[in-house]
């Protein structure tokens, strides 16, 4: 992408202040997209709930969640194929309402791509500069860069059906950019695509989005690609968005068991709060046979009932006992699963709850090799777990 | 050595049982299928055909059938006389009266289906976009009139369109008008009892295109600055093009040909084709005079279809 010629946005890309935090953690930074309490019903469903949400220039915010979740209809409410029910969205400053789709500074990628079946690649990515009135030599060129910077320079005169799905992808992606809108929306990328394509279109992505300076909104439901891609994610469940933030911490620090269960895979131990200190905490789970250690400290009630997320692989899995007075449990190992770069492993505890645990593969030939039966030591650092409340 | 034979032998027959399996497994469904309505059409179209064209190249006879035989033999004599009269074919084209009447029926056939077109599209568009169980219904709606007579639907119509008919009451009523119209017996008429007639035969095809389209494409267009016209031209009709011809070709054809809607609804001086075929055939008892205008008239509908299909063939092609 490196030789990919530069292209000015329309509002210039204004470099980020001085400070190297990013816009979100800086205080008073005006919002480029603001989602003001939008509420959307289809009859008496409500799809989008009440959300509210402030997503700044050159971002690439990731709205994650499963299908029904009101991600795609939030994304279609940015397009303006939908009305919200009620609440603003603002677009740099300006109320969208009453704004027709193709009045709005916004491009949308769908999902499905939607290219024009009877136009060929180049007259694709040329519509939406054609209805702009844009001189044709103009066009042409601005049509021809864009290509090459898909690296689909070469298929100009073919027709949609004669390209591969990757293909397609990054004509849609070069149609929804040619315009140079102040906002991108992607409708689930990459979900058409093998494993082995989304991976360097992810990175392609993140590169065009840093060259470009446009705001990317991406509606997913694979929360991998939300990870590598997005500078934040929104964690969406039932019409409302449950957790923001950035993707190594909607990970680390979930905050509720469906965003912790939504992301990766975890345990969860239930538990009651015995003692609630300022940096840490003691949790008694009967399911874990023992008391938790937290090392930070949580705001509730005494006695309150809550949940340890742990994360499979901040678990530590051995036959000799690690000699740890805390959060080290005992169990026996129920099943393995070699997958390659890890091992997947199945320990029944005592309290019958089941521990999902995974190690990476350092050597070829592990030294101490667990096998079904096996009695062993599950333990794990003060810091490597979350409590949640909700 | 000998194994080696064997297994070569059992190759050889092996390759040559499947040049018969080939042969064998000619799928007899299939060939019957296929020669059903190929017998049918040899019998009632081919073969009719053959003799009309046979009878264009006769002349006028005070006979029974009403018309010279183009084969005179005498076995006595031995000879045989083939006698061929282009004269037919010769006076379609001295007499404008003929040309005149083709490109009249031309002309209100082509109105005809731009007007059935322009009805139709809103109408199989609607029904495309409605929720599935709707859809059921209004498609019947749209056959539903296939189940009276289609003479007593053009009656009908001679009954809303005539001086003191349903239309001029109501608007004689409204005080829109001072005076009846007359609308019966004129070309208005026609495109009327047309267009009328034939609406199921364009809204079906449309309706079948339009229903397949990705509605996604129209907000895919929308979002790149189209508005909504400007996305029905470039996209809706492209995308609809082959329901467009298909319905264009099947209300066209037959209107071209058609004898009753003018016969009960035009004008003495509607001049189309199907008319002249008929005051030929029974007022003049000119049979191959009226023999040769039918020829001609399937040669000036043939042709243009041929060339459609050709074109769009090749689009499909690339």
Not at chain 1, 271 to 295: M, Q, T, W
Not at chain 2, 40 to 62: G, R
Not at chain 2, 80 to 106: H, M, P, Q, R, W
């Amino acid at each position: 992408m490196t030789s990919s010629p530069m292209i000015n946005q329309q509002d210039g890309a204004e470099p980020v202040a001085n400070t190297s935090l990013p816009l979100w953690k800086q205080d008073g930074a005006e919002p480029f997209l603001r989602i003001e309490n939008v509420t959307k019903k289809f009859g008496e469903f409500t799809a989008v709930d009440n959300i509210s949400l402030d997503i700044y220039k050159n971002e690439l915010f990731c709205l994650l969640g499963g299908s029904g979740s009101g991600k795609s209809t939030l994304l279609r409410m940015l397009a303006g194929f939908e009305t919200p029910t009620s609440g603003r969205i603002l677009i740099d400053g300006v109320d969208m309402a009453g704004i027709q789709p193709w009045k709005r500074p916004v491009n949308m990628m769908f999902q499905s791509y939607a290219l024009f079946p009877h136009l060929s690649v180049e007259e694709n990515v040329a519509f939406g500069l054609k209805r702009e009135g844009v001189a044709r030599s103009e066009v042409k060129q601005r049509v021809a860069q864009m290509l090459d910077m898909v690296q689909l320079g070469h298929l100009g005169k073919r027709k949609p059906h004669q390209l591969s799905g990757g293909q397609r992808q990054r004509v849609a992606l070069a149609r929804s950019l040619v315009k140079r809108p102040k906002l991108l929306l992607l409708d689930e990328p990459l979900g058409a695509l093998d494993k082995k394509l989304r991976e360097e279109t992810q990175f392609e992505l993140i590169n065009i989005q840093e060259e470009l300076g446009v705001t990317f909104v991406v509606v997913t439901h694979d929360q991998e690609e939300a990870m590598t891609l997005a500078t934040r994610i929104g964690v969406m469940n039932h019409g409302v968005i449950v957790q923001t933030a950035e993707p190594h911490d909607v990970y680390e620090y979930p905050n509720s068991r469906f965003v912790a269960e939504f992301i990766g895979s975890v345990n969860l131990f239930e538990g009651k709060v015995v003692e609630d200190e300022p940096d840490f905490v003691r949790i008694k789970s009967k399911e874990a046979g023992g008391h938790l250690y937290v090392n930070h400290g949580i705001s509730c009630a005494p006695n309150q009932k809550v949940h340890v997320a742990l994360r499979p692989e901040k678990i530590r899995i051995g036959k000799t006992n690690p000699g740890q007075n805390e959060n080290c449990i005992k169990g026996i190992v129920e099943e393995i699963a070699y997958m390659g770069s890890l091992s997947v492993f199945r320990v029944r505890l005592e309290s019958g709850k089941e521990v999902r645990v995974t190690q990476p593969n350092f050597a070829r030939n592990m030294g101490e090799r667990l096998t079904w039966n096996d009695e062993v030591f599950l333990s794990w650092d003060v810091d490597s777990s979350v409590v949640l409340t909700a | 050595m000998s194994i080696q034979t064997g297994s070569a032998w059992v190759d050889g027959s092996g390759s040559r049982l499947a040049k018969y399996n080939f042969l064998r497994s000619i799928n007899w469904g299939r060939f019957a299928v296929l020669a059903v309505p190929s017998v049918w059409l040899a019998i009632f179209f081919f073969i009719p055909f053959l003799v009309v064209f046979k009878i264009s190249l006769s002349e006028t006879a005070i006979a029974v059938p009403p018309y010279s035989s183009l084969l005179e033999w005498d076995l006595e004599e031995a000879y045989v006389n083939l006698k061929i009269n282009l004269g037919n074919y010769l006076f379609l084209f001295e007499d404008t009266f003929y040309l005149d009447a083709y490109l009249s029926s031309v002309k209100i056939a082509s109105i005809s289906t731009i007007l059935t077109l322009i009805v139709a599209f809103p109408i199989a568009y609607l029904i495309a976009r409605s929720s599935p169980s709707r859809r059921a219904l209004l498609l019947s709606l749209v056959i539903l009139p296939f189940w009276t007579s289609f003479l007593l639907r053009v009656y009908a119509w001679m009954g809303f369109l005539k001086k003191n008919g349903l239309v001029n009451e109501t608007l004689l009523g409204l005080g829109i008008i001072d005076q009846p119209l007359t609308m019966l017996q004129t070309d208005f008429a026609v495109y009327i009892g047309i267009v009328y007639t034939y609406l199921p035969f364009m809204v079906l095809p449309l309706y079948s295109a339009l229903e397949k389209m990705d509605m996604t494409l129209l907000e895919a267009a929308e979002d790149l600055g189209a508005k909504p016209a400007t996305s029905f031209f470039l996209i809706t009709v492209p995308m609809a093009l082959p329901g467009i011809i298909a319905g264009c070709l099947l209300v066209f054809i037959p209107a071209v040909g058609e004898f009753v809607i003018p016969a009960l609804l035009g004008g003495s001086d509607t001049l189309m084709i199907g008319r002249v075929l008929w005051d030929e055939f029974f007022l003049n008892r000119d049979w191959p005079m009226a023999s040769a205008v039918a020829i001609v008239m399937l040669v000036v509908l043939v042709l243009p279809i041929m060339l459609i299909r050709n074109s769009q063939g090749k689009e499909e092609a690339v």
